[in-house]
């Protein structure tokens, strides 16, 4: 079955301690990206990859980190988390460009910073 | 910059009701426009796109047609069903080469009551 699959889907830790969100695409897109959901705002950028080893910034990439080193994974890394991170995060992928591919979602992982 | 702006939510109708959800764009270039669906519990979906002026994108019995005099991206249905019941982000990517971000709306709740 074609899917982004996350991980973890929820996870509360405390300020400074470095974490990952895994995101893997099993659909050999080119294209991931990672949104943060906070109410009132939508969905905004973080950061996004249009192919391995290339990435750039996104709205909001302030605290965050990523990496593109292999096709199908994209994690999202910060480093010293900080409450204003509490939110709900969504990977994504897509075949190529934005313009002409829609984007797949995973299911979200909600993260709490204490 | 680019951005999106929705009609605010919530929205509740009866079943069957007319339904329009506003989206108008600001954006540089000749940006491609969407409709994304977000269920409860769930990751976003492609609902429609439509990728130049004057073109209709349609899907599930939604509609939307791209008016660049207006930049506005309207979402309409002739008859909804309790099984509607989301949260509708409009969303747009600038088609600028190399430059892959999409901008979303801050989304619209809408729900149908039996």
């Known amino acids: 079955e074609a899917q982004v699959t996350q991980n973890p889907r929820y996870l509360i830790t405390v300020t400074g301690k470095k974490l990952t969100v895994t995101c893997s695409q099993n659909?050999?897109?080119?294209?991931m990206s990672w949104y943060r959901q906070d109410p009132g705002l939508g969905l905004r950028q973080i950061y996004y990859?249009?192919?391995?080893?290339?990435?750039d910034k996104g709205d909001v990439p302030e605290g965050y980190k990523v990496s593109r080193k292999e096709k199908r994974n994209f994690p999202l890394i910060l480093e010293s988390p900080s409450p204003n991170q509490t939110s709900l995060y969504f990977c994504a992928s897509s075949l190529g460009r934005l313009s002409n591919q829609p984007q797949h979602f995973g299911d979200g992982t909600r993260l709490s910073i204490l | 910059g680019n951005s999106v702006t929705q009609m605010e939510g919530p929205v509740t109708l009866s079943e069957e009701a007319f339904l329009t959800i506003n989206c108008t764009y600001t954006?540089?270039?000749?940006?491609?426009l969407f409709w994304y669906v977000q269920y409860p519990g769930e990751g976003l979906q492609l609902l429609l796109k439509?990728?130049?002026?004057?073109d209709k994108g349609s899907n599930k019995g939604f509609e939307a047609t791209y008016r660049k005099e207006t930049t506005s991206f309207h979402l309409e249905k002739g008859s909804v069903q309790v099984s509607d019941s989301a949260v509708y982000f409009c969303a747009l990517s600038d088609g600028i080469f190399g430059n892959e971000k999409l901008t979303f709306g801050t989304g619209t709740r809408l729900t149908i009551i039996p």
């Open positions: 439509a990728t130049k002026a004057d």
């Open positions: 954006a540089t270039g000749y940006p491609s």
């Open positions: 659909m050999n897109h080119e294209y």
């Open positions: 990859s249009m192919n391995v080893e290339v990435t």
